[in-house]
């Protein structure tokens, strides 16, 4: 199967704009949705982005997410960025009926 | 109010078995699919299994084929994951989440039970 890479960690000041990364390692990133979640310390995690960049009901428009063939990669973007956005982000997509979740990325919003 | 409600985490000896449960309410349960994830400390979310809203298709990752199995009960609104041949890296936190047939993501998600595999 498939993986998908995310850097470990980003940071960036309350009231900019941060992308967080997720590379499939083979295989189109376009052949699959991905999805995005957040999980803030100590609790469950929530889905932000479905099909790739269809936010659920409740998510603001400040979390958006698109997807790159040239570089076999989907984005998170993050903007004006608020300290209660501190949490780990994981993408997701999937091969047939198995899910593949990314590492995560722990954001610190400082 | 969509809620899933894990339980039947605890301790257990490497090698033991346990069930775990998810009992949902606030939607149609039987037109959802349903998902374990499984979350060990201090690590990223890892997949485990789903089964679809019927319960006639069933998946499990590689990692657990021949130990877990999956089953609901639609008359009940419960999702249960039977884990055996435990493993101590297997201790970690469960979770119970929605999902809808033919889209290999979750749209909501219990809290989550923990389950300790040690000796």
């Known amino acids: 199967n498939f993986m998908l890479a995310q850097p470990h960690s980003v940071s960036e000041s309350p009231g900019k704009t941060v992308t967080i990364s997720c590379t499939r390692s083979?295989?189109?990133?376009?052949?699959?949705?991905v999805q995005w979640y957040q999980q803030r310390p100590g609790s469950a995690p929530t889905t932000l982005i479905y099909?790739?960049?269809?936010?659920p009901s409740g998510v603001p428009d400040r979390f958006s997410a698109s997807v790159d063939s040239s570089s076999n990669s989907a984005s998170l973007t993050i903007s004006g960025l608020k300290t209660d956005d501190e949490a780990d982000y994981y993408c997701?997509?999937?091969?047939?009926?198995?899910?593949?979740f990314g590492g995560g990325t722990k954001l610190t919003v400082l | 109010e969509v809620q899933l409600v894990e339980s039947g985490g605890g301790l257990v000896r490497p090698g033991g078995s346990l069930t775990l449960s998810c009992v949902a309410s606030?939607?149609?349960?039987?037109?959802?699919?349903m998902n374990w994830v499984r979350q060990a400390p201090g690590k990223g979310l890892e997949w485990v299994s789903s089964i679809s809203s019927s319960g006639n298709y069933i998946f499990l990752a590689d990692s657990v084929k021949g130990r877990f199995t999956i089953s609901r009960d639609n008359a009940k609104n419960s999702v249960s994951l039977h884990m055996s041949s435990l493993r101590t890296e297997e201790t970690a936190v469960y979770f119970c989440?929605?999902?809808?047939?033919?889209?290999?993501?979750?749209?909501?998600w219990g809290q989550g039970t923990l389950v300790t595999v040690s000796s």
């Open positions: 997701q997509s999937y091969k047939g009926g198995d899910w593949v």
């Open positions: 099909e790739d960049n269809q936010r």
């Open positions: 606030g939607f149609t349960f039987s037109s959802y699919s």
């Open positions: 083979s295989g189109s990133i376009a052949s699959n949705y």
């Open positions: 989440a929605r999902g809808k047939d033919g889209y290999p993501w979750p749209d909501f």
